[in-house]
């Protein structure tokens, strides 16, 4: 009997065989864990090698959705979040460099690395191929190029289309944009769809990624070793295989599933007990080179798996490019950061800051001077905060671990009376919440009970484990009777901390952590600490793009976002100063999330009021309201007057941008309207 491989050779006879050719005289040998499947075994056709995402909803949300849009708006916006924005968007560090500066280096850098980026060195201006990029190709810096711009002679266009549409624009050519309202940001132009050639004929190898994975392939990245699910046997490293997405699949339960297991060997008896190949029809995002055998591919923790070599999208790589330089941001994330308009001096709170690219696009703002607070619950996510910040080279980001639910500091009873009376006029001058290590913090500000001095130092514990005092500047005594409990009770010095650390020396930083690195904590901010807030709110994400699937989501879930974000809104509603601003955005399309929510804010805080942005490039938002849960509760959202002071960036606009909200709040006085905020 012989055995046979993947390469045709025979252990019988130790001769090599074409491909395809068996020895008639011997029996077949049964599979064995898979391996020896033939590739023949696929029932997949030329024309199922292709994309053609079909998105997955649970029922109540699609008809949800359906009567919040209309049935042909909400088809639109299914077919535009299942493929990327064709346009990449720049942010440019201008504190250390400048935008033209940027552009021809990317252009070099590109002209390189992409074998499908060109672009267009003409001196006239282009005519709109966007709704907003009503501007020429950076041709100053294109001139030093002359080697560059000969090889694209033949390329150059007489003329761009004035609306570009996704569906049938599939122009080999990348194009730089400098945007023209906004001066640091610079916008790539990809390409796609394609039609990839996987071989009619003779079928190439195949491998199936997680769709995470595959998302991030439609977005100009390579295919990294965790995202291997699945493959053909015999694979070696250098071959080109094709590429499909393994999307979650329903088992008539409401229960979603992807159903492979790790490791799976395609066409195999063990594969086709899991999932039929039509499951991949339709699915496939583009052909790769294998950086490792498959072995290696299921062996190995991290790094590069494949390589792609043809995209049906195709984006020019940006990861790990001019580091510190730019900043890779969609462009409604960018524009929330501008609405709020961050002034060089001010006090800016972030809250869930994460990953730091709005908190860096604010500092850059303020020209780095200032204090911008970024905080986020987790561990790891204020260091990814601090690192970009250190990259970027930006000094006025502090970056603390906080639950923004309790980013309000409650304050004793014993001087809440003198504080409240004090805060609507604006009299403080300090009001910062230092490492929690610390134990306490001063909290200096122009207010008195009856000491007769201009200004004391009020001390106040940090756990409220014992009372304040009030330390006179004047003559530097303690004047109890500068509030109800000045006596300065005894001490405990708490060595939880000490403990702590002890246990972290001696078992390491624990795999939940960055190399041991410390962030600080803090256990709040006083009211009114800052002059403006951005709330970019933890939301069900429904407007990112692209998304294979968005199945996951149920109504109840969607219910429970809109309550996370009201309590957190109203944390930043004590946070902020009478007279400073409130941005709140999210990147959903869901309007329980977005009209909702500041139809809640305005509803309880007569204080606030919606006030116009600038920029302003999304669309009005929705009207009227919804009865969401059968009855249960009406959503009612914006008044007709109030539509046109937020944005809605819808994902199948002309903007072709990912699915955003922004709304910004002025507010006001609060001094009749304490009793809403809750305690101090």
């Known amino acids: 009997r012989s055995c046979e491989f993947g390469y045709g050779f025979s252990l019988k006879t130790g001769v090599k065989r074409k491909e395809g050719e068996r020895e008639s005289s011997l029996p077949d040998m049964p599979e064995r864990g898979g391996e020896m499947a033939s590739q023949s075994q696929s029932s997949l056709v030329a024309a199922d090698y292709a994309y053609r995402p079909s998105l997955q909803w649970q029922p109540e949300v699609y008809a ?289 800051a994460a990953p730091g690219g709005k908190t860096t696009a604010i500092a850059i703002l303020m020209q780095d001077k200032g204090r911008v607070i970024a905080i986020d619950r987790s561990h790891n996510k204020v260091m990814d905060i601090l690192n970009l910040a250190e990259e970027m080279k930006l000094t006025c980001i502090s970056a603390f671990k906080l639950d923004a639910l309790k980013s309000v500091r409650t304050i004793p009873d014993c001087d809440a009376r003198n504080i409240r009376n004090h805060l609507d006029h604006s009299m403080c001058q300090e009001s910062e919440a230092l490492p929690a290590s610390r134990k306490e913090f001063a909290w200096r500000c122009q207010i008195c009970s009856g000491c007769g001095c201009s200004e004391c130092e009020v001390d106040l514990p940090y756990e409220g484990s014992r009372d304040p005092t009030v330390k006179c500047v004047n003559d530097g005594s303690d004047s109890s009777h500068c509030c109800d409990k000045g006596k300065l009770t005894k001490l405990y010095t708490s060595k939880a901390e000490a403990r702590k650390e002890a246990r972290r020396v001696k078992n390491g930083p624990g795999k939940c952590q960055n190399s041991g690195e410390r962030t600080e904590q803090v256990n709040g901010f006083l009211p009114n600490s800052f002059g403006r807030v951005l709330l970019d709110a933890p939301c069900s994400a429904l407007g990112l793009r692209p998304r294979l699937f968005a199945g996951e989501e149920t109504l109840e879930q969607l219910r429970q976002y809109g309550r996370y974000q009201r309590r957190m809104f109203d944390q930043a509603v004590q946070l902020v100063q009478p007279g400073g601003i409130i941005v709140y955005s999210t990147c959903t399309i869901n309007p329980g999330e977005n009209e909702a929510v500041v139809r809640y804010a305005l509803d309880t805080y007569k204080f606030l009021s919606l006030v116009p942005q600038d920029p302003k490039l999304g669309g009005p938002g929705l009207t009227g309201g919804l009865d969401v849960f059968d009855g249960m509760s009406y959503k009612e959202w914006l008044k007709d007057d109030e539509k046109h002071l937020v944005q809605r960036f819808d994902p199948s606009g002309p903007l072709d941008t990912i699915g955003f909200f922004i709304a910004k709040f002025k507010v006001g006085s609060k001094h009749t309207e304490y009793e809403k905020l809750g305690p101090i």
Not at 150 to 176: G, H, I, R, W
Not at 283 to 301: D, H, N, Q
Request: glycine share 8%; charged share 25%; hydrophobic share 40%.
């Open 64 to 352: 949800f959705f359906n009567k919040a849009y209309g049935v042909q708006h909400f088809r639109k916006i299914c077919e535009a979040l299942s493929r990327p924005s064709i346009y990449s968007c720049i942010r440019v560090n201008t504190l250390q460099t400048t935008r033209s500066k940027v552009v021809e280096k990317l252009v070099r850098i590109l002209e390189k690395d992409c074998d499908h980026a060109s672009f267009v060195p003409r001196n006239e201006e282009l005519k709109e191929s966007h709704m907003f990029l009503s501007t020429s190709v950076i041709t100053r810096q294109l001139q030093k190029l002359q080697t560059f711009q000969s090889k694209l002679q033949d390329q150059v266009l007489a003329t761009m289309p004035t609306e570009f549409s996704p569906t049938n624009a599939v122009s080999t050519d990348a194009l730089l944009f400098e945007h023209p309202s906004l001066e640091n940001i610079i916008i790539v132009k990809g390409s796609g769809p394609h039609q990839v050639d996987y071989g009619a004929e003779t079928k190439l190898k195949e491998v199936i990624v997680s769709r995470k994975c595959a998302e991030a392939v439609l977005r100009g990245a390579n295919v990294f070793v965790p995202g291997v699910l699945a493959c053909s046997g015999h694979l070696e490293k250098g071959d080109i295989v094709a590429l499909s997405a393994a999307v979650e699949r329903s088992d008539g339960n409401g229960n979603w599933a992807v159903g492979i297991t790790r490791g799976t060997v395609l066409y195999s008896g063990h594969a086709k007990s899991q999932f039929e190949d039509s499951a991949r029809k339709g699915w496939f995002i583009g052909k790769g080179k294998t950086l490792l055998s498959r072995a290696g591919l299921f062996r190995e923790k991290q790094g590069v798996a494949i390589e792609m070599v043809d995209r049906v999208y195709k984006h020019p790589p940006f990861h790990g490019i001019l580091k510190g330089e730019i900043f890779l941001q969609n462009l409604p994330s960018i524009i929330a950061a501008v609405v709020l308009d961050p002034k060089a001096g001010e006090h800016i709170l972030d809250m869930c």
